[in-house]
């Protein structure tokens, strides 16, 4: 899990965190895959992701009734796609 915290967001961060498994997925010729919540999705589109398929959980059945549905994005990225990566 990746995560920074609010007051610290919007620096690049996310981006610093990233770049290491970019690096040796790169180096590896190696496609990678996460899912990313509707807070995240830009910076992984920044960075070669691609929106392959979401997951959807109805958060009243889980007893959170009124919140709806939580929606996270499943992503894929290939060797090499993105900002910040030499192709």
Sequence with gaps: MLSVTPSHQRRGIG???LAPGLA????ACASAYL???PLGLGLY????????DEIRVNLDIYGY???GWAV???MMR???EGL???N
Excluded: N, Q
């Design 78 to 80: 290939e060797p090499g």
């Design 65 to 67: 009734e009124g919140k």
């Design 15 to 17: 981006a610093m965190l």
């Design 45 to 52: 589109i920044r960075h070669g992701w691609r929106t392959v």
């Design 84 to 86: 910040g990566v030499s």
């Design 35 to 37: 899912e990313a919540s």
């Design 72 to 74: 996270e994005k499943c």
């Design 24 to 27: 040796a997925a790169d180096a």
